[in-house]
Nanobody, 123 residues
């Protein structure tokens, strides 16, 4: 019911920047919290940053001061501006959202994931 499409990943040198985007589409009543997660090879998926529908943000300690999460409510699009990238930021980055879906007689909250976009930072 909600499709998330990420874009903006790629290869960048250490110290460089990238901007990820995630566009939400489909049938839903509202998009609630949104976030970015990442998974490096051989590691578990971890939280990078989240943003509530009201704009409150939360960051992993490892990216504080370097990454900025934002959203455009009118476009149902999530962004992640990544500056001062490090080789340890290399991972597949996933967009996540909690959305209110359902029909006329039953509404409920559900979680959705995008397909992921690769970010590779070379040293």
């Amino acid at each position: 019911q909600v499709q998330l499409v990420e874009s903006g990943g790629g290869l960048v040198q250490a110290g460089g920047s990238l901007r990820l985007s995630c566009a939400a589409s489909g049938n839903f009543f509202s998009i609630n919290a949104m976030g970015w997660y990442r998974q490096a090879p051989g590691k578990q998926r971890e939280l990078v940053a989240t943003i509530s529908s009201g704009g409150n943000t939360n960051y992993a300690d490892s990216v504080k001061g370097r990454f900025t999460i934002s959203r455009d409510g009118a476009k149902n699009t999530l962004y992640l501006q990544m500056n001062s990238l490090k080789p340890e930021d290399t991972a597949v980055y996933y967009c996540n959202t909690n959305a209110r879906v359902g029909g006329q007689f039953r509404k409920y909250d559900a979680q959705y994931w995008g397909q992921g976009t690769q970010v590779t930072v070379s040293s």
